[in-house]
């Protein structure tokens, strides 16, 4: 039942002896202690535990850990670099693109991704890459600011 | 004006405090200066008595940085920043020198809770004058230090100096320095004018939000402790439902699963989370279901059976006289569903009980009711059980309720060891405190003119909170029937507060009543409005949202799917206009626009009151167009977000926000107020845009097509006689 299932993590190796079919948002929050991956519905529904698995947003709540063997995981903990703030994060910060917070990492790590494969979306294509990521505070048009600034900002780049 | 309405922002429970002496708060933080302060809330003028004669205190440290304690909490409404501002301001420091202490009972002194929009307007004045008084301090230390007279000294970012000299200086840091100077806040402090603000009425980012976007914000689950398990608590599949047998054999054989039984609650505990769940699937159990209970369609008729007796909450006038001066009389009926608070966090915590103390991080609006509700529990006394409240992912009301964190504490003395109780989405719909299904009664009348003359109002089970009529009508009366807190067998489950109680119930039926009468009369519904208002905060809020919509008067319906709502909510004044687009083959309403003026008094944050609005306007689209709790036989038939819908990103409209100038007003509430328009200023622009009313919330699809067919039926049939 247990095995070994290795990849990176925030540019880090690691190597867990674990119940493979556990879901990877389990083994981050409780074996590898990054909580900021967060649990909202447990079914893929709202986006909370979004993590990106080889620069792809994926939804951790429903992925088993065996399905990241030898891949590049990052959580939102490993986006800023040497606490310099991604340009994503700073243009949240700097729109309030937020309230209470806890929808906010899957948010970032979903417009990471979207940015990565379409660096200038327009603003429906932002709302479309978005919309399967619920908050309740109703930030969500400071959060399509943040993403069109952060968009400028980083003019391709990442 | 609109008298404020004060009754329902609490559960009613009144709590005996821990006794907590102005000794032990200044031992657990050190030296420097100390400003005692008492919230002049509604809660004191019901009678209760704070602890010392202080519910709060501000410190000047020595290391010059500035604390607020507060037993309020931060769960995105923006506390931690806007109150962090007024005591920046009035102190004459940055705002980034404020550190807010938050929701801790063992350091933070009682707070009854956070709801009701009430920081600002209640714990806002006495933090403000906290923050002179302590200024005024600070000025008779340094005019000692520095041999200079008061009235020649100023402060900036700090420290204190000399009007005419600034190389005479003295920091806050060097004057706390070695210091315990204690005072208690009795006389009015001499506030800073509107005028004079640096901080206050400016716009801040978040000061919470670099901590937020890195993911290092710490929430209740987020919480570690050594040795600490996480549960997983074996659930009825219906409400009423009871154990017919437990078969718990297969979970007992399982490595590093313990099972803990007590009373009725049955759970796991495991090292992780996931592998609690899956343990607990493994026990076999069976159920006797309760008999037949209301559902989600018989709700309204069981509403209406069980409403026995009625309070008077308005009367002006004379209903019979108004009915005789009304040429058209109006009698209509409107519905409003549960709806779930659908936080993203769902209700958590984590308990450590230990032999002689315990403490609980919790999600929770209420710490200091759920102190005393654990020391009951737990048979400890107050003082010997602390509350921490890590930050909130949003509560809306629904945090007031801590069940899971008393499961926690349970747990936690069981087992012996620190215990995570985290609900699951389906948990969290299931024993979520609804804001109650209601039903509204109007009967009104207008002339012929379009003057409304007649307003006879009943509400049933949403609750008293803006039912007060605010149109000039004169002769009106309003009957409240039960409330939003449930009890009394009414609710086949818990009901409690949702972001402004009652009145996005109450709002939506007097709205829509207002827009119908406006119609008869064939007037365009504002100048109706215009024409039935005398109070100038409202006429005000409604001017400016035509002036920025670029509103043109038109008979409804126009086609143009336009509409207005306007409303009253802690304290604050609101007026929105909305566009919308409804297909009428499915029924579905686009809002495509939306113009909210809200008028509140001073504002402490003008960035920070715009969230909120727009967090208002967000997710009011959910009650108005697809929110609605399913249920039947007990059974609550949503757990999850794929049948249950809260808006999303692409509902979202295009938002303005205007803030109404009101400087001579103190502040006001901020985080309900521009929610309860959105009922009403939705159907109102569908029936602009269809000719279709609709009565009952939310506006499905199926709903709406319904209300279309029904109006085109209706203008087929032949005009009575």
């Not at chain 2, 997983?232 to 039984?261: M, N, T």
């Not at chain 2, 699937?281 to 209301?294: F, M, R, S």
């Not at chain 2, 026995?308 to 009915?323: F, L, P, V």
């Not at chain 2, 402490?604 to 709790?629: S, V």
Request: contains cysteine; hydrophobic residues 40%.
């Amino acid at each position: 039942m247990m095995a070994n299932v290795s990849f990176t993590l925030n540019g880090k190796p690691v190597s867990l002896d674990i119940d493979p079919d556990r879901m990877l948002l389990w083994a981050l929050r409780t074996d590898l202690g990054l909580t900021g991956t967060k649990y909202g519905c447990g079914q893929g529904q709202c986006g909370a535990c979004t993590v990106l698995v080889d620069d792809r947003a994926v939804r951790s709540c429903v992925l088993p850990v065996r399905s990241v063997e030898g891949k590049k995981v990052v959580t939102i903990e490993g986006l800023s670099d040497n606490g310099k703030l991604h340009p994503l994060q700073e243009a949240f910060v700097e729109h309030d693109a937020l309230q209470c917070g806890f929808c906010t990492p899957g948010m970032i790590l979903t417009a990471y991704s979207l940015l990565l494969r379409n660096p200038r979306p327009t603003r429906e294509e932002i709302v479309r890459g978005m919309d399967r990521n619920l908050c309740r505070c109703g930030s969500h048009s400071r959060i399509i600011q943040a993403i069109e600034s952060a968009a400028r900002i980083m003019k391709g780049g990442t | 004006m609109i008298r404020d309405e004060h009754k329902d922002r609490d559960s009613g429970h009144v709590p005996e405090f821990p006794t907590l002496s102005r000794r032990e708060f200044l031992q657990s933080i050190g030296g420097g200066i100390i400003i005692f302060f008492t919230v002049g809330d509604a809660s004191a003028a019901r009678g209760r008595r704070y602890p010392e004669d202080f519910n709060a205190y501000l410190r000047i440290g020595e290391d010059g940085r500035v604390t607020c304690f507060s037993g309020k909490i931060e769960m995105g409404q923006g506390i931690i920043t806007s109150l962090a501002q007024m005591l920046a301001d009035e102190l004459d420091v940055q705002l980034q020198s404020v550190d807010m202490v938050m929701g801790d009972t063992s350091v933070c002194p009682y707070d009854m809770g956070t709801f009701g929009s009430m920081s600002t307007r209640f714990f806002g004045p006495p933090l403000r004058a906290a923050g002179a008084e302590a200024r005024a301090v600070l000025i008779e230390l340094a005019s000692e230090h520095l041999n200079v007279p008061k009235d020649r000294l100023e402060t900036k970012d700090g420290a204190v100096f000399q009007k005419t000299d600034a190389t005479k200086r003295v920091t806050y840091a060097e004057l706390a320095k070695g210091k315990i100077i204690e005072r208690h806040l009795e006389q009015e402090a001499v506030l800073k004018t509107v005028a004079e603000f640096k901080v206050m009425g400016k716009s801040f980012n978040r000061t919470d939000s670099v901590e937020k976007v890195t993911g290092k914000a710490e929430f209740s689950g987020d919480i570690r402790l050594p040795g600490m398990v996480y549960a997983k608590i074996l659930r009825p599949p219906a409400h009423g439902a009871r154990l017919k047998s437990l078969d718990v054999s297969a979970v007992e054989r399982l490595e590093g699963v313990q099972l803990v039984r007590d009373d009725d609650m049955v759970a796991v505990l495991h090292k992780n989370p996931d592998e609690a769940e899956k343990a607990l699937a493994k026990i076999k159990v069976e159920w006797d279901l309760p008999e037949a209970q209301p559902d989600d369609v018989s709700i309204f008729d069981h509403l209406l059976r069980k409403a026995s007796r009625s309070n008077t909450a308005e009367r002006k006038g004379d209903i019979d006289s108004g009915e005789k001066l009304a040429d058209s009389v109006f009698e209509k009926t409107y519905l409003n569903s549960y709806v779930a608070h659908a936080t993203i966090e769902t209700h958590t915590a984590l308990a450590n009980v230990e032999a002689s103390k315990a403490t609980v991080w919790a999600s929770t609006q209420t710490p200091f009711r759920l102190q005393q509700e654990l020391a009951k529990v737990l048979g400890m006394r107050q003082e010997d059980v602390r509350v921490i409240t890590p930050f909130v992912g949003g509560g809306f009301g629904g945090k007031s309720n801590n069940l899971q964190a008393v499961e926690a504490a349970r747990l936690s003395k069981l087992a012996g060891k620190p215990v995570q109780v985290c609900w699951s989405r389906a948990e969290e719909f299931f024993y979520d405190t609804y804001r109650p299904a209601a039903v509204v009664k109007i009967k009104s009348g207008i002339t012929d003119s379009g003057r409304a003359v007649l307003w006879d109002y009943q509400v049933y089970f949403a609750g008293e909170r803006g039912s007060t009529m605010f149109y000039d009508v004169p002769h009106h009366r309003t009957l409240v029937y039960g409330e939003w807190r449930g009890g009394g067998g009414v609710h086949p489950f818990a009901t409690g507060p949702w972001r402004a109680p009652s009145n996005n119930t109450n709002t939506f039926a007097r709205e829509s009543q207002i827009e119908i009468m406006a119609a008869r009369a064939g007037m365009d519904p504002l100048e109706f409005r215009l024409k039935n208002l005398k109070d100038e905060r409202m006429i005000g809020t409604l001017k400016a949202a035509a002036d920025k919509f670029g509103w043109s008067p038109s008979k409804a319906p126009s086609g143009r799917g336009f509409g207005i709502g306007c409303g009253v909510d802690s304290g604050t004044y609101v007026s929105t206009m909305a566009e919308v687009e409804v297909d009428e083959e499915t029924g579905k309403v686009r809002v495509k626009r939306v113009v909210c003026a809200q008028e509140m008094g001073i504002v402490i944050n003008p960035e920070g009151a715009k969230i909120q609005m727009e967090g208002c306007i967000t997710m009011g689209l959910g009650y108005a167009l697809t929110e609605e709790l399913r249920f039947k036989g007990g059974k609550i038939l949503d757990s999850n977000f794929n049948t249950y819908e809260i808006p999303r990103f692409s509902w979202v409209p295009e938002i303005e926000t205007v803030l109404v100038k009101a400087d001579d007003i103190s502040p006001q509430g901020g985080g309900e107020p521009a929610i309860i328009v959105m009922g009403g200023v939705i159907a109102n622009a569908v029936a602009d845009a269809t000719g279709a009313r609709l009565f009952q919330l939310p506006m499905t699809p199926e709903r709406v097509k319904a209300a279309i067919a029904k109006s085109r039926s209706l203008a087929a049939s032949p005009a009575l006689p």
